[in-house]
């Protein structure tokens, strides 16, 4: 009695059962009197300051959100989405240039956001090289 088929057909259907994350792919917006939705690749950056989430997009409008950076961390695809902070989460296809800062941190600029100082804690610093290196 072999027992190899019966593990391949089990390897089989739980390679199936495995569920395959879903990430966010828009944003519903309320604009005064309407709602708009605002796809996840318009999205620059992220900023979170005061408990108030704002997206800021590649228009060069932002939008307010009632997400927490901790919820949206889990929403999003983290091969597009790095939290660079406590108040940033950035996208890497709308990252313009990154320097190395004081204290071995590295500040990171957004396409169309040049005055928004994004700064990478020397922590972080070799995950987010890691992560940009992909």
Same mark, same amino acid.
């Given at each position: 009695m072999t027992t190899a088929p019966k !593990?391949? #057909? +089990?390897?089989?259907?739980l390679g199936g =059962?495995?569920?395959?994350?879903?990430? @966010?792919?828009?944003?519903?917006v309320s604009r005064k009197d309407e709602y708009i939705t605002i796809e996840v690749q318009n999205?620059?950056?992220?900023?979170?300051?005061?408990?108030?989430?704002?997206?800021?997009?590649?228009?060069?409008?932002?939008?307010?959100?009632p997400y927490t !950076?901790? #919820? +949206?961390?889990?929403?999003?695809?983290? =091969?597009?989405?790095?939290?660079?902070? @406590?108040?940033?989460?950035?996208q890497v296809r709308h990252i313009k240039k990154v320097s190395n800062w004081f204290n071995y941190k590295l500040k990171v600029e957004m396409n169309g956001y040049p005055q928004e100082e994004i700064l990478i804690s020397r922590e972080k610093a070799a995950t987010f090289k890691k992560w940009l290196d992909k």
């Amino acid at each position: 009695m072999t027992t190899a088929p019966k !593990l391949e #057909q +089990l390897l089989e259907y739980l390679g199936g =059962a495995v569920p395959t994350p879903h990430y @966010r792919e828009r944003f519903l917006v309320s604009r005064k009197d309407e709602y708009i939705t605002i796809e996840v690749q318009n999205v620059c950056f992220i900023h979170s300051q005061q408990n108030i989430t704002r997206l800021y997009l590649t228009d060069g409008t932002s939008a307010t959100i009632p997400y927490t !950076l901790d #919820q +949206l961390e889990k929403e999003m695809n983290p =091969a597009s989405f790095f939290r660079a902070n @406590r108040q940033h989460m950035i996208q890497v296809r709308h990252i313009k240039k990154v320097s190395n800062w004081f204290n071995y941190k590295l500040k990171v600029e957004m396409n169309g956001y040049p005055q928004e100082e994004i700064l990478i804690s020397r922590e972080k610093a070799a995950t987010f090289k890691k992560w940009l290196d992909k």
